[in-house]
């Protein structure tokens, strides 16, 4: 259950597309948005989903960092760090970007020399195909465990970044506050690192 | 280097376009080509990459499967199986489906447990983006490692399938008849099954 | 929570210490019980540990296997399977001689083909360490994922083998009647294939 | 073929048993010569290795770093960080300390967040087991790759450290200087993190 829908999402221009700024330039400039749409009806996007963690010295994940923003649902959920490959684009690249859009400048993110995602996260339409649900479009998004090393601050369209300890992360009072099988991927990630309780 | 360059492909209708068939189909039915065209032009396309090996009984593989056929770029190459995501399709279907396709029907494809690719393979027209080349589009490849167990033949457009031991798989012969970074592929796989030699 | 304690242990042999009867030789042929607790005492172990899996045609993890047996802490309680690595034994077939072991000789597991555990678990006296727990020995145990095709009854020491969906294998029942860490595995090993509910 | 062989290993003390002196540390104090022979000779015994490297700020590996050591073959060679896993030690604690060890104080080692090693390296006695040789014993070593931020320096028996980019890593030079299949373990690694020429 998220916290609660977003009255109104079509009247708040700074939250209403949380991908909108950024992601739609392309090889031939801007993709025209009815092209989108055409796409996005048509094909599966490729994605990226980093899952924010703090490590210790000995890189133990300590805590894991979740977005307070509005989701493709149209609620206002607890989400990780997401968004889509440009064309000619590196996943790599990509993942960086994605995550100094939503952490901040300062938040020295250590992308992983190993190019291969912890999962991959398959959402769809259809919120039973795979439990991974994203109402504009099907995403295959490849997740990361992004180990952060400076500050955070929730940039653009994001209310909130918060840090919780595994525990906490996939305790009820979080899970409650996430949609569309973040809460999951959560759980995966942290089975990943060896820290899920 | 390629065996030879394909001549007259656009004249070999059969051979021209290799996942022409059964690719286009979408959501809303079948895309137009032009549609098809724009998409490419303007994001990154989902794609599997599957190398067919032999397992002995303890897992250990003892052969790898190549393809010969018209590859993206025109040549007649040695070719791991590849093809697109299809809208609304799981990762693990396309997977078997272009298995089952270049193959045949009784190959018996183990598609793995693990959702996770070995590698992210990155194809831009751009031959020195990344090493792997497509001239047609840019696409973000999930590759694995599939044991097939039963009996394959090359089915639709490919000409051939021949198994390599490990060493043969990697030395200058079967090279070679290599192109677009496939060759490169063949090695990171057999590195992910610790039998690169 | 074990489902009881063993009463009297040490008075029913063939229970007593599960991976006694093959697991003692080694390259000077056995080893003598007090050379065992000297090394015991002193080097941690190298393990196995196998997660029993059942896939449907695609690859997806549809049952997980779980052994009812006299554990290492003296409790009956559900486990994956385990064992020791011996001497001038590669990990793959200490892999395939314990499934055999302990699911029988008719249960065909596919010991997978990439040589990399899901997950090393590391087993410690001190039941705190690292909350994997042995009161015998440190043991660094590698964890795989393996499919069995084949029909499975439980050999030796085994009391049981049950055949559990992913939701029961994670749920509370299932868990009460594990201990030393193995309900975490069975939910590491879930996530591991992307079934982790 | 290594450099060349080490004349009088045994008159050597700082370079004849490389990993001599804080290895031998048990939980009932220390070892005791005679027993540790006892053991290599019965039991495979737990190691870590790991492959320094430099990497770009996406993550890029854009240098590996080798040794120049004494070898267990007694060989004057280049090679990865190696060695054993104390009695009571986590893996990753393991990883860290020789990690400085062998790297000098200053290296920041970045021990990976997930526990998994990119592949797992089986020396035996016999050089032609599994392809990685260890005169001494029978070791599972668990492989990660390290990338490490700040400087380094050969400590302690290592005689040099040399950076090399991925094409020199598995070029004939550098190859021909490493002994054990050292060399095979830096094409993995490479592989491993997307690098290998």
């Not at 749409?37 to 490729?46: F, S, T």
């Not at 980093?50 to 805590?63: C, I, Q, S």
């Not at 999962?119 to 259809?126: L, R």
């Not at 109402?135 to 990361?144: E, G, I």
Request: proline share 9%; with cysteine; net charge negative.
């Amino acid at each position: 259950m998220p916290l609660f829908l977003a009255p109104n999402v079509g009247s708040l221009p700074t939250v209403t597309n949380y991908d909108r700024d950024s992601d739609t330039q392309t090889s031939t400039g801007w993709l025209a948005p009815e092209d989108l749409e055409l796409i996005r009806a048509n094909m599966p996007i490729v994605y990226v989903d980093a899952v924010p963690v703090r490590v210790d010295e000995l890189g133990n994940v300590t805590e894991v960092g979740m977005l307070l923003r509005v989701a493709a649902d149209g609620t206002i959920s607890r989400m990780v760090v997401t968004g889509r490959v440009l064309f000619n684009e590196r996943v790599r690249e990509a993942l960086m970007r994605h995550c100094e859009k939503d952490l901040g400048p300062m938040a020295m993110p250590r992308v992983p020399a190993n190019p291969t995602p912890f999962t991959v996260v398959e959402y769809f339409p259809d919120p039973l195909r795979s439990g991974f649900y994203d109402p504009r479009h099907h995403a295959v998004s490849l997740a990361y465990v992004v180990p952060v090393a400076g500050e955070c601050e929730p940039t653009q369209q994001a209310l909130d970044l918060t840090w919780f300890s595994p525990e906490e992360a996939v305790g009820d009072d979080v899970r409650e506050q996430m949609t569309s099988g973040h809460d999951r991927l959560i759980r995966l990630a942290l089975a990943h690192v060896g820290k899920l309780p």
